[in-house]
């Protein structure tokens, strides 16, 4: 496994949580990390992405100020802060890796963490 997502769970909304993504990518700090997220019927959507540095992140207009993205590249981590959780974020939460910027199409994925906000 090369991308591992985990931190999922149930929530009220409100609350908040926070995912992490493990990788075990050689040059991992080399790599731009993006969320993404697919909710039932829905296409999947990129949400946040970080550049390989950290220092240049980007987010959806439908998180902005709600979440965060960030890395610690000496643990292989990326890490999703989401605070003010509604009931539309509810989704399969899905971290990937590429070395473009644009990440239209991730050179690698990891599994999908289900994240579930009660109205």
């Known amino acids: 496994v090369q991308l591992q997502a985990s931190g999922g769970g149930l929530v009220q909304t409100g609350g908040s949580l926070r995912l992490s993504c493990a990788a075990s990518?050689?040059?991992?700090?080399?790599?731009?990390i993006g969320w993404f997220r697919q909710a039932p019927g829905n296409e999947r959507e990129l949400i946040a992405r970080?550049?390989?540095?950290?220092?240049?992140?980007n987010y959806a207009d439908s998180v902005k100020g709600r979440f965060a993205i960030s890395r610690d590249n000496a643990k292989n981590t990326v890490y999703l802060q989401m605070n003010s959780l509604k009931p539309e974020d509810t989704a399969v939460y899905l971290c990937?890796?590429?070395?473009?910027?644009?990440?239209?199409?991730?050179?690698?994925w990891g599994q999908g963490t289900l994240v579930t906000v009660s109205s």
């Open positions: 990518i050689r040059a991992f700090s080399a790599y731009i």
């Open positions: 970080i550049s390989a540095s950290g220092g240049i992140t």
């Open positions: 990937a890796a590429d070395p473009m910027w644009t990440m239209k199409s991730p050179a690698y």
